[in-house]
Nanobody, 115 residues
Framework: QVQLVETGGGLVQPGGSLRLSCAAS????????MGWYRQAPGKERELVGE???????NYADSVKGRFTISRVNAKNTVFLQINSLVPEDTAVYYC?????????WGQGTQVTVSS
């Protein structure tokens, strides 16, 4: 059974930084892509960005320049570095891993940006 577990969320002041981690476990092959979505209160889930197994990244326009996604293929682990946080970044952040058959999801980690 494949499981993805996110860590690193929390409460941070505007302008601060956070680093989210997501580690996969279980009987899995290397994911073709890993990435992050987020869902703010009262809003639909939106793609933050993803990284493919060869290291190619793409990001939502709203986070370019502030968010950085990276991964360690050997551990099927993906990271999300978030800088210059603003209150609008408050959301539950979900990681995912996608292989040829399906997409696996983590349970989500809360990020709250508030002074």
């Amino acid at each position: 059974q494949v499981q993805l577990v996110e860590t690193g969320g929390g409460l941070v002041q505007p302008g601060g930084s956070l680093r989210l981690s997501c580690a996969a476990s279980g009987s899995i092959v290397l994911f073709n892509a890993m990435g992050w979505y987020r869902q703010a209160p009262g809003k639909e889930r939106e793609l933050v960005g993803e990284v493919t197994r060869d290291g190619t990244t793409n990001y939502a326009d709203s986070v370019k320049g502030r968010f950085t996604i990276s991964r360690v293929n050997a551990k099927n682990t993906v990271f999300l570095q978030i800088n210059s946080l603003v209150p609008e970044d408050t959301a539950v952040y979900y990681c995912y891993g996608r292989d040829v058959a399906r997409t696996y999801w983590g349970q989500g980690t809360q990020v709250t940006v508030s002074s």
